[in-house]
């Protein structure tokens, strides 16, 4: 919030300031209270759609990060399954050769395994 103030939750034209708004998660328990009730009352729906959008965009960072994870760990499977197949085609032991492909593939927010 760029403003020192926000909206209340009525949206109507009077303001509250923006120090009285909690930033941390030890003031929402706070606010969470029951005794806390005149707090809550100040409480913009922007402050709270702020918050909403806060985690809808940590939980997306986090969900990239894992298939970026995942990725690179299935890479890594692959790998030592060529590594494997390249050492049993070097030895020239055909019973140990495979002609099995394999396919990792991050695109678009989805992982292919093939």
Known sequence: MVDSQIDSCL???????LS?????NAD????MRPQSKE??????EQFLCDRTESFLSSSKTLV???LQTITLQA????DAYWNANEAAREEEDP?????????????NGTLKLE
């Open 11 to 17: 949206g109507s034209n009077w303001r509250v300031p």
């Open 20 to 24: 009285t708004m909690p930033e941390l």
């Open 28 to 31: 929402i328990e706070d606010l």
């Open 39 to 44: 707090l809550r009352i100040d409480l913009s």
């Open 64 to 66: 990239e990060q894992e």
């Open 75 to 78: 890479r890594k499977y692959a």
């Open 95 to 107: 019973s140990n050769v495979s002609y099995v492909r394999t396919r990792i593939r991050l695109k």
